[in-house]
């Protein structure tokens, strides 16, 4: 790896990230490798060069920040193959790799070769006019989200599944909206609202209702050659698409919002000692702590 790329959150004009950027320099330096980092972050150190917005002149990727900062940067590295290394900065980091304080040690093992990838099921989401045709396409690490548009108000959303182009009607239902979540993005958004826990490696995804207005709906899982098809039953709802809580845009009367698996998975940098259930103990504290004395 002879080039390190580096995104990072907000402004990111803060001292934290200057004093991470500088600890992946050192460790940069130490193995032969050069650094660049996305424009905003330039003025930080003066031993860092402006990165390519397409991101193809990187060999690895470093985001500083949380979880959010992470699937920016995946969105960046989507349909190439380059490591993604995430750095928490903020306060989950459920889908970051190390802390802040630990990246230069991090980034050394992985530059010595000390690290494995676990390759991100991905989703893609289409939304179709009524006679078929593609109008929008996007692509999520996380999950893709239908919920209403402006003032909050219950919908009514229908539901197909099936493999392609052979879709079976699963019903109907009232409520807030549906999460699509893959088994990286079941610990977010769809986690809030009730879905299972699936780890990473599985090949499925979820299809999560957000707060429906009766006992009977619950949570899918699917196989991952599956699809499932979104539509609205309300002729006045007005309908907006979220993927990965960022990217999206409104749902015309009459449209419907088609996802399926993505042919493309994120590659993201593990060390040695981590692990999906390690994460769920530190993160979201699985675990007993015995009374004093025992």
Known sequence: MERIG??????GTGDETRAVLGEIVLAALDYGASVVVEEKLV?????????????????????LGG???????ARAVFGRDTPLLGVNLGSLGF???????GVGVALRR?????????????????????????????????????????????????????AVKELEEVGSFYGDGVIVATP????????????????PEMDCFLVTP?????????????????????????????????????????????ERVVVRMGTFRV???????????????QKLSWAVQPPDGR
């Not at 979880?67 to 940067?73: C, E, N």
């Not at 993005?185 to 780890?199: H, K």
């Open 210 to 254: 957000i707060l429906p207005h009766t006992l009977a709906v619950r949570p899918l899982v699917l196989p991952g050659g599956e699809e499932i098809a979104i539509s609205s039953l309300g002729s006045r709802d007005a309908l907006y698409l979220t993927t990965d809580g960022h990217e999206g845009g409104p749902i015309e009367p009459r």
């Open 110 to 162: 992985v530059l010595a070769g000390e690290f494995g990838v676990e390759k991100r099921l991905t989703l893609e989401a289409s939304v179709l006019a009524p006679d078929g045709s593609v109008r929008r396409s996007y692509r999520s690490l996380n999950d893709v989200v239908v919920h209403s548009a402006g003032a909050a108000h219950i919908l009514r959303l229908n539901l197909q599944v099936g």
């Open 267 to 281: 590659p993201l940098v593990r060390l040695p000692e981590h692990s999906f259930f390690r994460t769920l103990r």
């Open 184 to 199: 990286t993005g079941s610990t977010a958004y769809s986690l809030s609202a009730g879905g299972p826990i699936v780890v």
């Open 43 to 63: 003025g930080l150190s003066p031993d860092v060069a402006t990165m390519e917005a397409d991101c193809s002149d990187i060999d690895l990727l470093l985001s």
């Open 95 to 101: 889908l970051t790799s190390v802390s802040g304080s």
């Open 67 to 73: 979880d959010g900062t992470l699937l920016r940067a």
């Open 6 to 11: 580096v995104m990072g959150r907000g402004s």
